[in-house]
């Protein structure tokens, strides 16, 4: 297991922290110098805050150890391709490297809609490797949603 893998998988079980809340299963942890220095994971609902996103968690924690608003040798693990807001974040942390386990086709920041990560215009462009652990991230979020399109079909015929 190569140090993707190893930090993906700590990323993993921060996303079944959220799956367990019944949030969509997003996790993240950002390391420095090969230690854990935040871990987050999606409580939107739970919070009902729509900044409680998992690498905003991650960046806060880490910002907090690191006694600094600048995360610039860390590399962040996170389940799911980025949104723009939290792409925005981790350009604006100056975040050296994310490793992104799948992408997000619908709503991802950091190559699938655009990708935030790399623009020229800003001051600071973020390395970015894709795919680590893709099936077990990806399989995560699929039996996720099955689960709840189940959950509120039940609901729905109980209520016919």
Not at 17 to 25: F, R
Not at 62 to 78: G, H, N, P, Q
């Amino acid at each position: 297991m190569n140090q993707d893998e190893k930090y993906m998988r700590e990323a993993i079980r921060q996303a079944k922290k959220a799956y367990a809340l019944e949030e969509v299963p997003i996790g993240c942890v950002i390391v420095y110098q090969d230690k854990i220095i935040g871990r987050g994971y999606n409580r939107r609902t739970v919070d009902k805050n729509t900044l409680a996103h998992a690498e905003l968690q991650a960046i806060r924690k880490a910002s907090k150890k690191m006694d600094d608003w600048r995360l610039e040798d860390c590399t962040m693990y996170v389940t799911l391709e980025p949104c723009q807001m939290c792409s925005g974040a981790i350009v604006q942390a100056r975040i050296k490297r994310v490793v992104v386990g799948c992408m997000n086709p619908k709503a991802g920041c950091a190559g699938s809609i655009l990708n935030l990560l790399d623009m020229k215009e800003f001051n600071h462009q973020v390395e970015l490797t894709t795919g680590v652990l893709e099936e077990q991230c990806s399989g995560m979020m699929k039996q996720f949603f099955k689960e709840l399109r189940q959950k509120q079909k039940d609901k729905k015929k109980k209520s016919e």
